[in-house]
Structure formats: structure tokens, C-alpha cells
């Protein structure tokens, strides 16, 4: 099932490789797409089931949901995982 899911905290190509390569380890997920731009993360999931692990995995990478809180640490989170991904 193809779902789309748009996060807060998106803001470049670093971003996009370190999610791109923690969601690629899900299994039951293929075809990632992130869009900086829009601040979407597309994907194919499984089930209904991979797609909210999905959407937590995203958070713990301080990757929110536009529909969940963004504080002060959610917002630590996605600046390391940035790094990270500028790094790789």
C-alpha cells in the first residue's frame, strides 16, 4: 500500500539519506521517497501495521508527523540525524 506521510523537521539531502536508510531497514517497507520541498516521506508498506512503524520510526529520528508534538528534543533528534546523513 503506498502511503505518504508529511514531517516536520525536513530540511535537506542529509536529512533525507539518514531517513531514507533508517526506513530502508523496516522490513515490509520498500520504494522510499523523500521530498524536501514538501516535507513528504512516501513509501511502500505491507500493511497498516509497517506503516505506523513507519511514522514512529520517523519520530525517534525527530521526524514527527505534521499531526504530532515537535519540541525541543524531537527538534535535537533531527538535527544529529541530519549530521549523521551529511556524514555518510
Known amino acids: ?3 505518504s ?3 516536520q523537521n525536513l530540511k535537506c539531502g542529509g536529512c533525507a539519506k539518514t ?3 533508517k526506513l ?3 522490513k515490509g ?3 522510499i521517497e523523500v521530498n524536501n520541498e514538501t516535507a513528504s516521506v512516501s513509501f511502500e508498506a505491507e500493511n497498516t501495521e ?3 512503524q513507519v511514522k514512529e520510526k520517523l519520530k525517534t529520528l525527530g521526524y514527527p508527523s505534521i499531526d504530532d ?3 525541543i528534543l524531537t527538534k535535537a533528534k533531527s538535527f544529529v540525524s ?3 546523513g551529511k556524514m555518510k
Do not use: F, P, W
Request: glycine share 4%.
Open 50 to 52: 509497517v506503516a505506523i
Open 29 to 31: 517497507v520498500s520504494k
Open 82 to 84: 541530519c549530521a549523521s
Open 5 to 7: 506521510i508529511i514531517v
Open 69 to 71: 508534538t515537535n519540541g
Open 24 to 26: 530502508s531497514e523496516l
Open 1 to 3: 500500500m503506498k502511503t
Open 19 to 21: 531517513i531514507t536508510s
